[in-house]
């Protein structure tokens, strides 16, 4: 069954597309195996005993207010990409997102957090040789000046993203270019978060009181909590990035709000508490 939290009259439900221990140096350098078993609060959820990293690639839905919202649509099936274990994906995400009670006519909005190929792959799947919306009846949210960067984008896997994961999108109309702290509905907006790319930009939850953030690649692991200098190395502006996760982890650490990492592995939820001159990340 799908992990499913509840926050007051909210219900965010989180579809998992691949989740596997594997070596992380190659999108945070820092974070080699002996790195990681020095963060001995990172077993057994988010390191292996022999300090393999435990990474997830998921979507989160987020009903509220009568909308069905999904956050980030993971790798996507058939599309051509040039690393291996997203190459021409075949997996079940699809029919896992229906079978939790979502199918894609339910949903009404799609945000992307980022327009990187493992968030946006699932915006359309291949219908008869032609890349279709995945969801017919939602409006995708895109931040506009994300949208404009990628758009304008010449190495091959952004390229490659972008014509079959977004620009089908634009071409059937279901595209919509928002600001950084757009406003979906009174209990849900965007967050600006900049630094992974230029318009980056979290999902923030409030209900009845209660608040969850969907962290986006802001950070990729728990262990960026303990260490925010450890920088991704897909981060369009390093420094920026750097500053925006420092910022986000001092505002929410020792608070109620909840983090939704989207790419933290199993349990995925928690909170930041403060230790030291220090954080950590604490599973709810």
């Known amino acids: 069954m799908p992990q499913s939290w509840k926050l007051g009259q909210a219900t965010i439900t989180k579809i998992v597309e691949i989740e596997v221990p594997g070596r992380m140096t190659w999108i945070v350098p820092q974070a080699t195996p002996e790195a990681l078993l020095a963060e001995r609060w990172l077993q057994p959820h988010f390191c292996t005993p022999?300090?393999?990293?435990?990474?997830?690639i998921h979507s989160f839905v987020i009903e509220l207010e009568g909308l069905c919202m999904?956050?980030?649509?993971?790798?996507?099936?058939?599309?051509?990409?040039?690393?291996?274990?997203?190459?021409?994906r075949q997996g079940t995400f699809l029919q896992d997102l229906t079978q939790a009670g979502f199918p894609p006519e339910r949903v009404d909005r799609v945000m992307c957090t980022h327009l990187h190929v493992d968030h946006v792959g699932w915006n359309t799947r291949l219908v008869e040789g032609r890349w279709q919306p995945t969801f017919p009846n939602a409006r995708y949210l895109f931040q506009a000046r994300d949208l404009e960067h990628f758009l304008s984008a010449d190495d091959a896997m952004h390229s490659q993203a972008v014509n079959d994961s977004v620009r089908p999108v634009l071409d059937a109309g279901l595209a919509q270019p928002v600001?950084?702290?757009?406003?979906?509905?009174?209990?849900?907006?965007?967050?600006?978060t900049p630094g992974h790319t230029p318009?980056?930009?979290?999902?923030?939850?409030?209900?009845?009181?209660?608040?969850?953030?969907i962290t986006g690649d802001l950070m990729h692991h728990p262990v960026q909590?303990?260490?925010?200098?450890?920088?991704?190395?897909?981060?369009?502006?390093?420094?920026?990035?750097?500053?925006?996760?420092?910022?986000?982890?001092?505002?929410y650490a020792d608070t109620p709000t909840l983090i939704l990492g989207?790419?933290?592995?199993?349990?995925?939820?928690?909170?930041?508490?403060?230790?030291?001159?220090?954080?950590?990340?604490?599973?709810?």
Do not use: M, Y
Request: hydrophobic share 40%; aromatic share 6%.
């Open 225 to 251: 909590a303990a260490h925010p200098d450890w920088a991704s190395s897909a981060d369009v502006d390093p420094d920026q990035a750097l500053a925006t996760r420092r910022g986000f982890i001092e505002r």
């Open 70 to 88: 999904v956050v980030d649509t993971c790798v996507g099936n058939d599309k051509p990409r040039d690393i291996a274990a997203w190459n021409l």
């Open 199 to 213: 318009g980056h930009v979290s999902v923030h939850i409030r209900s009845d009181g209660h608040e969850a953030v």
């Open 179 to 192: 600001d950084s702290d757009h406003r979906v509905c009174d209990g849900v907006w965007l967050e600006p």
């Open 50 to 56: 022999v300090g393999k990293a435990i990474l997830s």
């Open 262 to 284: 989207t790419h933290f592995a199993t349990p995925t939820a928690g909170r930041f508490v403060a230790e030291g001159d220090s954080h950590r990340f604490v599973v709810d």
